[in-house]
């Protein structure tokens, strides 16, 4: 699953060679300094009114603001280059929603999942109305503090999730572009570094192994 790949992903980043690379790919996409913001808006190709474009710059450094992006642009960037997909939650004030966002809160990826529930009629479909879909769809967010799991560990049981549901329009959603054709899931750009770095261990392990035997080997000559 996705989840089980976030793990992995997060551990192969820890390994030294992987983790110096990383840190050259964030060095070169996050530039700023003192005086500067890493990102901004560009609107000049856009055909609107100069109010229209004074309003979206405001609330794009509005955004900035709550994400403090320019002060963990490196850590956000690194996070979602890791683990190819990024959650907030937006806050608003429920009596007040005509202020918007008041914080945005990240959500690990771990635990959070999108859900899709599709209500079955009451009667079975005809022939004609299986062929295309029917049914109401419910689309939500699942979040569980301790890690998207089911509540029954039968492999061929219902996937009943636990967890707080969470409306989609609460969740902003940031996939890394890349998506496996199969699984229908973003995929991190560490994947193609998995074979690699697994290679790398064995070796070094085998030759952790080598020199042991080898010193006991003169050790008995």
């Given at each position: 699953?996705?989840?089980?790949?976030?793990?992995?992903?997060?551990?192969?980043?820890?390994?030294?060679?992987?983790?110096?690379?990383?840190?050259?790919?964030?060095?070169?996409?996050?530039?700023?300094?003192?005086?500067?913001?890493?990102?901004?808006?560009?609107?000049?190709?856009?055909?609107?009114?100069?109010?229209?474009?004074?309003?979206?710059?405001?609330?794009?450094?509005?955004?900035?603001?709550?994400l403090q992006f320019d002060k963990k642009s490196y850590q956000i960037f690194r996070r979602w280059y890791i683990d190819g997909r990024m959650?907030?939650?937006?806050?608003?004030?429920?009596?007040?929603?005509?202020?918007?966002?008041k914080e945005l809160r990240y959500i690990d990826p771990l635990k959070i999942k999108k859900m899709r529930e599709v209500k079955k009629p009451?009667?079975?479909?005809?022939?004609?109305?299986?062929?295309?879909?029917?049914?109401?769809?419910?689309?939500y967010y699942l979040f569980n503090p301790k890690g998207i799991f089911t509540s029954t560990s039968t492999v061929q049981g219902p996937r009943?999730?636990?967890?707080?549901?969470?409306?989609?329009?609460?969740?902003?959603?940031?996939?890394?572009?890349?998506?496996?054709?199969?699984?229908?899931?973003?995929?991190?750009?560490?994947?193609?570094?998995?074979?690699?770095?697994?290679?790398?261990?064995?070796?070094?392990?085998?030759?952790?192994?080598?020199?042991?035997?080898?010193?006991?080997?003169?050790?008995?000559?």
């Open positions: 699953s996705s989840d089980v790949c976030s793990s992995d992903l997060r551990e192969v980043s820890l390994h030294p060679e992987v983790d110096a690379a990383i840190d050259e790919v964030v060095n070169e996409a996050i530039i700023s300094d003192t005086d500067d913001s890493p990102v901004e808006v560009e609107l000049s190709n856009l055909d609107i009114s100069d109010s229209i474009k004074k309003r979206i710059r405001e609330e794009f450094k509005e955004i900035k603001r709550l959650y907030y939650h937006k806050v608003i004030d429920v009596n007040k929603p005509s202020e918007g966002i009451d009667r079975p479909p005809t022939q004609e109305q299986a062929k295309v879909d029917y049914g109401d769809v419910k689309e009943d999730y636990m967890g707080i549901k969470i409306s989609l329009d609460a969740i902003t959603f940031v996939p890394s572009g890349l998506m496996d054709l199969n699984l229908n899931i973003p995929l991190s750009y560490l994947h193609k570094a998995l074979k690699a770095v697994n290679q790398l261990r064995m070796i070094e392990d085998s030759l952790v192994i080598y020199r042991l035997s080898r010193e006991i080997g003169r050790a008995h000559v």
